[in-house]
Nanobody, 122 residues
Framework: QVHLVESGGGLVQAGGSLRLSCTASGSIFSINAMRWYRQGPGKQRELVAGITSAGSTNYADSVKERFTISRDNAKNTVYLQMNSLKPEDTAVYYC????????????????WGQGTQVTVSS
């Protein structure tokens, strides 16, 4: 099993910054993609940013030039640096990992964190 734990959420004023972290633990064999999703009040969950094991990244149009995703493969950790935050960025942010365990080897499954709240006040 793989466990994802997010941290770094909180309350910030518009224009401010936050850095989210997500660390994977457990019987990890390999991790492919890691992503950040978010779900705002009354909205569907949406992809914010993703990063491959090789470091290729992609972003939602709404966060380009403001958010940066990165990862430390040695620490099984993904980060999301969020700058110039807007009230519309308010959401629960979820970490996702496509990972395999020592038991499953090259069979990859989807794993999710429990979410961390980000609130941006105007």
């Amino acid at each position: 099993q793989v466990h994802l734990v997010e941290s770094g959420g909180g309350l910030v004023q518009a224009g401010g910054s936050l850095r989210l972290s997500c660390t994977a633990s457990g019987s990890i064999f390999s991790i492919n993609a890691m992503r950040w999703y978010r779900q705002g009040p009354g909205k569907q969950r949406e992809l914010v940013a993703g990063i491959t094991s090789a470091g290729s990244t992609n972003y939602a149009d709404s966060v380009k030039e403001r958010f940066t995703i990165s990862r430390d493969n040695a620490k099984n950790t993904v980060y999301l640096q969020m700058n110039s935050l807007k009230p519309e960025d308010t959401a629960v942010y979820y970490c996702y990992a496509e990972a395999s365990t020592r038991a499953t080897m090259w069979r990859f499954d989807d794993y999710w964190g429990q979410g961390t709240q980000v609130t941006v006040s105007s």
